[in-house]
Every structure is written in structure tokens, then in C-alpha cells.
């Protein structure tokens, strides 16, 4: 089924966009979770959240892209939950690529909120937007989708060496952008 | 001020939606390709031993070798080792002289497609593999390697082109197979491949209708401006069982005196075609591929 023909259903308030969004995107929220969640019922009680996420936001929400939307919802909802699980429940995988980014600030103490989502988002959508496509689509299954390396380079047929220095060199391009900005980092 | 850790993860998650469908596009690919890549991997691994017999076959009775005589625009030689002969003169190479400074790949299609007119083959045409490496900046031919079958008179093709010329080894199958007579083990073999291979050939695209619709090959390349090489290759797939199980990010076209994308899916059920094949390009050394159907009226 059409993307516009499950929003119409969620629009309609009929319970078939729920089994429609399981058909179509069901695996790729599972991959989303699973990628941050590692117990299997954790992942699954995530899966259901996404669809009553998506439930209770279409409408108003009329998303361009449902499946960017959905990963969306699966993914933050993913995170909380992996916020408030205990340390030997997290995905390694999570803790290592969110501290591969973190090579990017050196300030990690201050909790102070002192930039808008609306600069962050410009900022990083621009920075993506000028680099390879490969090149970014890899910094975005690292650090979004949080694959492990070894995925990324089944998944692109590269070498490790040479998903780890696609990483590197983007984070180094993304720190010398942020800081052309005037991030102070 | 200073940029923090939450602001980092925070500016992460504001990643746009045409980026994340960009990367996660790419996984409906993998895992549809998966499902979609058993039959021709399956005629490869056909393919494979077909060749592997074959060869075993040549390599006793015919030093392969290719001798193409420089300055015609096409040059005719038969080979004349005395391995030849056990194949009764059923063997013949030409060389297609071409522009050394490059040529497209329509304009290559185009030469062979005419060398076939010139030499009679026959409308029954069948590609049983096929793999062309594309410069896409301006669409010209590095090299490639297509083999076909006419299924009237039983002639094996090989077209070997380069970035100059083109060498196109006729062979008739039929002689091909007698020889193996003189050795027992042998003809099983190659009986067995011939067994396969009829399978794998009845279920393969016609050369004809890909060259028409080969008109779509610049435009995949041109998609491709800022990679290097690509690599194009036709696999072919019988008639596909099921619409449903084609991921919609497989674009579809749909061949019918010209090539149109095809909108609404669901008029594909009630249409009549020939067959369908996937068009697979991917960009070489890195291999990022896309695949197109393209069904054929």
C-alpha cells in the first residue's frame, strides 16, 4: 500500500493503518530499535509505542516521508527507554558511536541548553547536505541509525579501514564546521 | 560558549527526513535485493558451470585466441589451428574497429546491434549474461562482456568490447557439443550443463527489446555525475510472480515503443507483457547499487 493511502487510514481513524504500517514498516522500526535495544521485548514493547506514537500524532501530523517519520518515533522512543535500562541491558553499539561523536565537543560537563533546535537542525542538514552521498549516508547509519561498523560495510560492501575513515574524516569535517559557525566547541 | 554533549545528540536528532529516507532507502533495497537477487544469482551459478564445462571442453580441442586485423572498420578471420579443425570451421571472431577516443554505450549498442543485422543472426536473441563498465560523465563504453545465444540456428555470441574495438566470437553449439563426444565423462558434463542452461535460457531477455530500451542507460548514468565508474548490467528474471513483493522503491518502467515510468502500480496486474528485467547499476570500487524493472509490452 501507498505511504498516502496508510496516512488517509490514519486520517480516517481506521485501526487498519496500525496493520498497514506493521506490513510496510514494521522491520524497519525493528531495525531502528534494535539497533539502540538489545532484549527482544524491550524491542517489541518499542514497536507497538511506534505505532501508537504514530497513531496519536496522524493527525494533525500529515508526515512527507513515513518512514523517516515512523524511524523517527522509534528511534527516540528507543532512546528513552535505553536512557532508563540498566548498563548491561544497553547495546555496546549505542555507547560506542555516540562516543565517536562526542570527539566533536570538548565540553561535556555544562547541562545548559544554549542552542535552538531550529540553528542545530539548519546546521547539521546543511553540513550533511555538502558532503558524498556515501559519505553521508554512512555518517547517518553510524550515528543515527547506530549500526555497528561491521554492518555499515556489509551493507556498502567497503573494507572496515575504510567505513572507520569515511567516520573520521566527516567527524573532523563536522568539527571544522561547527566551529567555522561559531560553535564554540 | 561552549557546544555539549545533549546539544551534539540533540543537533543529531534534527537530522531532516529526506536524509534518514536517503540512508534507510538503501535497507528496503538491501533486504528486497536479497529476496530478488535468488534467481540470478541462481542463473549465475548456471551460468558458472555452463562456462566451467564449456571451457574445459575449448581448452582441449581450441586454442581460444584473438587476432582482430587493425585498420577495417570490420574485419573477418577464421581461426586456422589445427584444433580448429575438430570443430569443422564452426568457429568465427570478428573485430569491430572503433573510435579510440571513447564511445557511448548507445553508440556501441547501435554497431552490434547492426553487425547482427549484417550477419543474419536471428530475432531469437537471448542475452545469457551481460556486464558493461560505463565512464557517466559522458557515458562511454571502458569495457564490457555480453554473451548471447540465437536460439534459431544455436550460435554462441561472446562480445568482448574494449574502450577501441569490439571482438564478437560466433560458435556454433551444436559442433561444439559433437566434439565432446571423444571423451565420455566429458559429454556427461556437458550434457548436464546443457540441461541447466536450457532452463536458464528460456527464461532470458531478448537482445532486441533491451536494445531499445537500452535508451535508459545515459539517464541511470547520468544520476551517477560524481562517481567514477558504474558498472550496468542486465540480470534477468522470468515473469515476477507477485507486484506486491517488488519494494516500492524499485522504480518501475515500463517499455512500449518508448520507455515511461510507471505511476500506479496496480496497472500492472491487468497488463499483458512480454517479461520483465531488472536493470542493475552499481557504482564501482565503492558498490552502491540501484536497480530498475523495466517491463517489456
Known amino acids: 500500500m501507498k505511504d498516502e493511502d496508510i496516512i488517509k487510514l490514519y486520517f480516517e481513524r481506521s485501526?487498519?493503518?496500525?496493520?498497514?504500517?506493521?506490513?510496510?514498516?514494521?522491520?524497519?522500526?525493528?531495525?531502528?530499535?534494535?539497533?539502540?535495544?538489545?532484549?527482544?521485548?524491550?524491542?517489541?514493547?518499542?514497536?507497538?509505542?511506534?505505532?501508537?506514537?504514530?497513531?496519536?500524532?496522524?493527525?494533525?501530523?500529515r508526515p512527507d516521508v513515513l518512514s523517516a517519520y515512523l524511524s523517527k518515533i522509534a528511534r527516540n522512543l528507543a532512546l528513552k527507554k535505553y536512557e532508563y535500562l540498566s548498563a548491561h541491558k544497553r547495546n555496546p553499539e549505542v555507547l560506542l558511536s555516540l562516543s565517536e561523536l562526542e570527539d566533536c565537543v570538548t565540553d561535556f560537563a555544562s547541562s545548559e541548553i544554549r542552542y535552538s533546535d531550529t540553528d542545530l537542525s539548519d546546521f547539521i542538514n546543511r553540513f550533511l547536505r555538502s558532503q558524498k552521498q556515501e559519505n553521508r549516508m554512512i555518517f547517518i547509519r553510524r550515528y543515527w541509525y547506530h549500526d555497528s561498523i561491521k554492518e555499515i560495510c556489509k551493507r556498502y560492501s567497503l573494507s572496515k579501514s575504510k567505513v572507520e575513515s569515511i567516520l573520521f574524516r566527516t567527524r573532523k569535517r563536522l568539527k571544522a564546521a561547527l566551529e567555522e559557525e561559531g560553535y564554540e566547541i | 560558549m561552549k557546544m555539549n554533549k545533549e546539544e551534539l545528540l540533540r543537533?543529531?536528532?534534527?537530522?531532516?527526513d529526506d536524509l534518514l529516507y536517503e540512508a534507510a532507502e538503501e535497507y528496503h533495497t538491501s533486504h528486497f535485493s536479497s529476496w530478488k537477487r535468488v534467481i540470478p544469482v541462481a542463473a549465475c551459478i548456471t551460468l558458472l558451470v555452463l562456462g566451467a564445462a564449456v571451457s574445459v571442453l575449448r581448452n582441449i580441442t581450441v586454442d581460444r585466441s584473438h587476432e582482430g586485423i587493425e585498420g577495417t572498420a570490420i574485419s573477418e578471420h577464421k581461426e586456422n589451428t589445427e584444433k580448429e579443425d575438430t570443430l569443422n570451421d564452426s568457429k568465427k571472431s570478428y573485430t569491430i574497429q572503433m573510435d579510440s577516443k571513447g564511445n557511448t554505450i548507445n553508440s556501441v549498442l547501435d554497431l552490434i546491434t547492426a553487425f547482427f543485422g549484417e550477419k543474419g543472426v536471428s530475432e531469437e536473441l537471448v542475452i545469457q549474461s551481460m556486464e558493461i563498465r560505463l565512464l557517466p560523465k559522458d557515458n562511454t563504453v571502458l569495457n564490457g562482456r555480453i554473451m548471447l545465444t540465437d536460439m534459431e540456428s544455436f550460435t554462441d555470441i561472446t562480445v568482448s568490447i574494449s574502450q577501441n574495438k569490439v571482438i564478437i566470437d560466433m560458435e556454433d553449439s551444436n559442433t561444439t557439443n559433437s566434439s565432446s563426444n571423444e571423451n565420455d565423462t566429458l559429454q556427461e558434463e556437458t550434457e548436464t550443463a546443457q540441461n541447466i542452461?536450457?532452463?536458464?535460457?528460456?527464461?532470458?531477455?531478448?537482445?532486441?527489446?533491451?536494445?531499445?530500451?537500452?535508451?535508459?542507460?545515459?539517464?541511470?548514468a547520468s544520476e551517477f555525475e560524481d562517481s567514477q565508474y558504474m558498472l550496468v548490467q542486465a540480470e534477468l528474471v522470468a515473469l515476477l510472480p507477485d507486484i506486491d513483493a517488488i519494494s516500492e522503491d524499485i522504480p518501475i518502467l515500463i517499455y512500449d515503443d518508448e520507455l515511461k515510468t510507471?505511476?500506479?502500480?496496480?496497472?500492472?496486474?491487468?497488463?499483458?507483457?512480454?517479461?520483465?528485467?531488472?536493470?542493475?547499476?552499481?557504482?564501482?570500487?565503492?558498490?552502491?547499487?540501484?536497480?530498475?524493472?523495466?517491463?517489456?509490452?
Do not use: H
Open chain 2, 197 to 220: 542452461s536450457y532452463e536458464a535460457i528460456i527464461s532470458r531477455i531478448n537482445w532486441y527489446d533491451f536494445y531499445k530500451a537500452a535508451e535508459y542507460v545515459p539517464q541511470i
Open chain 2, 11 to 16: 543537533m543529531i536528532n534534527q537530522i531532516d
Open chain 2, 262 to 297: 510507471v505511476e500506479n502500480r496496480e496497472e500492472l496486474r491487468d497488463m499483458s507483457y512480454s517479461y520483465a528485467f531488472f536493470v542493475r547499476t552499481s557504482v564501482t570500487p565503492d558498490v552502491i547499487s540501484r536497480d530498475f524493472l523495466v517491463y517489456v509490452k
Open chain 1, 15 to 61: 485501526e487498519r493503518a496500525i496493520k498497514e504500517t506493521q506490513l510496510k514498516y514494521g522491520r524497519l522500526c525493528t531495525y531502528v530499535i534494535k539497533n539502540i535495544l538489545k532484549d527482544s521485548s524491550d524491542v517489541d514493547e518499542c514497536v507497538n509505542d511506534t505505532y501508537l506514537g504514530a497513531w496519536n500524532s496522524i493527525p494533525p501530523s
